[in-house]
């Protein structure tokens, strides 16, 4: 059973920065997938960044340019790193794992990449972000 610890939320002004931590129980699988998503008050909740074994990444449209998903796999933590926040980024922030690849669903358009919550299935507490 993984185990996912967020870190590093709180409250900043538009255009700060925060970074977001997420400390996982030792991974046994030479595949996987984690990602952060995030959940506004009365919304869905939606895929930020994702990435896999093998260290590609992928990004929602809101969020690239402005967010860095990395991992230090020594450690077994994942980070989220967002700059210039907005006020809209106000939100609980998820850490997600899955067994296996990623699977983005790409729009055309703008590759931007959003994912099903259904496929993870380990989940952390979250972390409150608030951007005023």
């Known amino acids: 059973h993984v185990q996912l610890v967020e870190s590093g939320g709180g409250s900043v002004q538009a255009g700060g920065t925060l970074r977001l931590s997420c400390a996982a129980s030792r991974y046994t699988y030479s595949s996987y997938c984690m990602g952060w998503f995030r959940q506004a008050p009365g919304k869905e909740r939606e895929g930020v960044a994702a990435i896999d074994s093998d260290g590609s990444t992928s990004y929602a449209d809101s969020v690239k340019g402005r967010f860095t998903i990395s991992e230090d796999v020594a450690k077994n933590t994942l980070y989220l790193q967002m700059n210039s926040l907005k006020p809209a980024g106000t939100a609980m922030y998820y850490c997600?794992?899955?067994?296996?690849?990623?699977?983005?669903?790409?729009?055309?358009?703008?590759?931007?990449?959003?994912?099903?919550?259904?496929?993870?299935?380990?989940w952390g507490q979250g972390t409150q972000v608030t951007v005023s």
């Open positions: 997600a794992a899955r067994v296996g690849a990623c699977i983005p669903i790409f729009e055309p358009a703008t590759f931007g990449a959003s994912w099903l919550v259904d496929d993870f299935r380990y």
